[in-house]
C-alpha cells in the first residue's frame, strides 16, 4: 500500500475519532455521568491522530513524490496548530475545559473533512 493510500485511508479515522471525542466531551459538559476515566485518554488518541496524518503527509510528499494543494497543506497545519493551542489553553479555561476539547474535536472533525476535499 503507497503512503498515499494510506493517508487517504486515515484521513476516515482522524474524522471519525475526533468527532466522536468531541461529542462525547460536549455530552460530558453537561451530563456528568458521560465522565468516564476513559474519556480524556480517548481525546489524546484522537489528537494524536493528528500528527499521525500530518507524518504521513509528509511521507507521500516525500517518499511518492506527489505534491497536495498548498490549501490541503494548510488545514493539514491549521489542524496540528489547533491541537497545540487547545492544549496551550486548557488551565486558562479550566472550568470550561469541556467546551473547548468538545468544540476543539469538533472543529478538527471539520477541518479534516475540508483538507480531504482539496486534494
Partial sequence: M???????QFSWVVVAVNGLAGLW?????????????????????????IAVQVILGVLVRQVD?????????????????TVGI?????????QHRFLLYGFGGLFLMGLALRSMTLI
Fill in 2 to 8: 503507497s503512503f498515499l493510500e494510506l493517508h487517504r
Fill in 25 to 49: 466531551v460536549l455530552v460530558a459538559h453537561w451530563q456528568h455521568r458521560a465522565r468516564h476515566r476513559t474519556m480524556w485518554p480517548f481525546v489524546v488518541a484522537a489528537q494524536a491522530t
Fill in 65 to 81: 513524490g506527489i505534491e497536495a494543494t498548498g490549501l490541503h497543506m494548510f488545514y493539514g497545519f491549521i489542524a496540528f496548530a
Fill in 86 to 94: 487547545m492544549y496551550s489553553y486548557r488551565q486558562q479555561v479550566e
